[in-house]
């Protein structure tokens, strides 16, 4: 008794499929790389080089879907099994790619640095929402052309968690495969207890460009996961309507599906995205808009029907501080993706379009995310018979506190949320000073950061981790690494 939500018809389906089909046949797909050119050419695609397009038919596609898995594991840094990407299997993680941080005490937007991001992992490892971490935000202190291994380096140092990260040139993804190769024992061992899985996009409308098509080709070699993240815009990316949008998303994720899969068949690949709708009144792209959690969920359904592993960005707040609006956004959309069965629903964490990023957030989010994951539990069943027995002896009374039932079900019927969450009385709640939320986020960020211990079990690795990222920092211009704390 799992609740489902669905948003398409079969017949709808099927037609966004057809469409999307039509698509990669007529304009076709702009592939900006030649060897993905070359690829989709020997397999029967056919290439007008001239101008990059190529046009895909429809019998490649079907043929190349049958070879991308319907499911794999990520494993944490131990080598254990932790996220499911597949079926109905639904987890979270934070945001990533933040520019900014929100100061707690003057709720001003900051430029990010070293130790914001270290901030924002501790937590995010610390709390058992979070079944992965992220490379949550930029360092503005570190080179470009290191930045995006440069992150992945603190979420190896300081969480255990799998990783949703990403690379931000073609020349830095290899590298940050043997960074978690390092811990793993080597690249054979990462591509069969994969930790990390990698975002991947397409530029819209329908063009696969040269980093992201080789971005593709180099993730399906080495075995590791890709994340295909299409970002269909409705009404400025993409066409203004939400089907229409999707029809997009499937005809951008098919080629690069094709591409990724013909690089080498059976690798692991993830039917994901980052869409939004176009606000005409404000020239903005609103994450937190509830059309752009149906694209999402529309887009999902879509994947699954094809047997694709899914992950979306849901859980963010286009709000600039923690309040009732991003409260309102973030909870609803996070149990959409919930409800939707998406594998991986990034975003929590977030505000501002995704440019900002409070640890005190992702704190509230969790418990958002707590009520989600309860929610798609669904209702079970504990006890047989459902009710009646525990009538016997009642004489109308309402006793249950006594049942040895209410004892041992309790904290199994209900989710039970810290102390960010009030359900005290208003005379507790005064007494403690009439907190709102957000003050009491402050107060359980800073717990968990005071409890926060490093991991202390790849002192080796570590080792060899750390030689590597300051070689390729005095490559970049660096001298020494940022300071890090213990």
């Known amino acids: 008794m799992q609740p489902k939500l669905q948003l398409l018809s079969p017949e709808i389906v099927q037609r ?3 469409e999307a089909f039509q698509l990669l046949m007529e304009p076709g797909i702009k592939v900006q790389l030649p060897e993905a050119r070359k690829l989709l050419a020997e397999a029967g695609a056919r290439v007008d080089e001239a101008d990059e397009v190529v046009h895909i038919p429809e019998s490649l596609v079907r043929e190349m879907l049958k070879t991308v898995p319907r499911e794999f594991t990520l494993y944490n840094r131990a080598g254990e099994p932790t996220v499911h990407y597949g079926g109905d299997d639904v987890h979270f993680d934070p945001g990533s790619s933040g520019v900014h941080i929100l100061d707690p005490e003057t709720l001003e937007h900051k430029t990010s640095y070293t130790p914001d991001l270290i901030r924002v992992l501790k937590v995010a490892e610390s709390l058992p929402q979070y079944d992965a971490v992220s490379t949550s935000i930029v360092c503005n202190e570190i080179p470009k052309e290191i930045g995006d291994l440069y992150r992945l380096y603190l979420v190896l140092l300081y969480t255990t968690k799998p990783v949703v990260t990403g690379a931000f040139s073609v020349k830095t993804t290899p590298i940050m495969i043997d960074m978690l190769a390092i811990y793993a024992g080597g690249r054979e061992a990462l591509k069969q207890k994969p930790q990390a899985v990698f975002d991947v996009c397409p530029t819209p409308p329908l063009i696969w460009s040269h980093f992201g098509a080789q971005n593709l080709i180099d993730l399906a070699r080495a075995g590791v996961p890709a994340e295909m993240i299409s ?5 400025a990316g993409s066409p203004v309507t939400i089907l229409g949008s999707v029809v997009q998303h499937a005809a951008e994720s098919l080629s690069g599906m094709v591409i990724h899969q013909l690089a080498q068949p059976g690798a692991p690949l993830v039917w994901g995205g980052a869409p939004a709708i176009f606000d005409m009144r404000q020239g903005t792209t609103p994450m937190g808009a509830i059309e752009t959690a149906m694209i999402d969920a529309a887009y999902a359904q879509v994947g699954k ?31 959409i993706g919930a409800l939707a069965g998406i594998n991986m629903i990034s975003g929590a964490g977030m505000l501002d379009f995704l440019a900002c990023i409070s640890p005190e957030k992702l704190v509230l989010d969790a418990e958002a995310i707590g009520m989600a994951k309860r929610m798609v539990r669904g209702v079970e069943v504990h006890t047989d018979p459902l009710a009646t027995a525990m009538f016997a002896g009642m004489g109308f009374k309402a006793d249950f506190l006594k049942l040895a039932e209410t004892r041992r079900l309790f904290s199994k019927e209900q989710y039970l949320p810290s102390a960010v969450i009030d359900r005290a009385s208003i005379r507790s709640w005064l007494d403690s000073g009439g907190p709102d939320a957000f003050a009491r986020a402050k107060i359980r960020t800073q717990q968990l950061l005071a409890a926060y211990k490093r991991p202390a079990a790849w002192a080796e690795q570590e080792k060899e981790l750390v030689a590597m990222v300051k070689a390729l920092a005095k490559s970049a211009g660096m001298e020494t690494l940022p300071s890090l704390d213990d």
Do not use: N, R, W
């Open 16 to 18: 966004i499929l057809d």
């Open 231 to 235: 970002m269909p815009l409705a009404g």
């Open 305 to 335: 029907s094809l047997g694709f592993p899914t992950h979306t960005y849901l859980g963010a707040s286009d709000g600039k501080v923690v309040d009732y609006q991003a409260g309102l956004e973030s909870g609803v959309s996070a149990m």
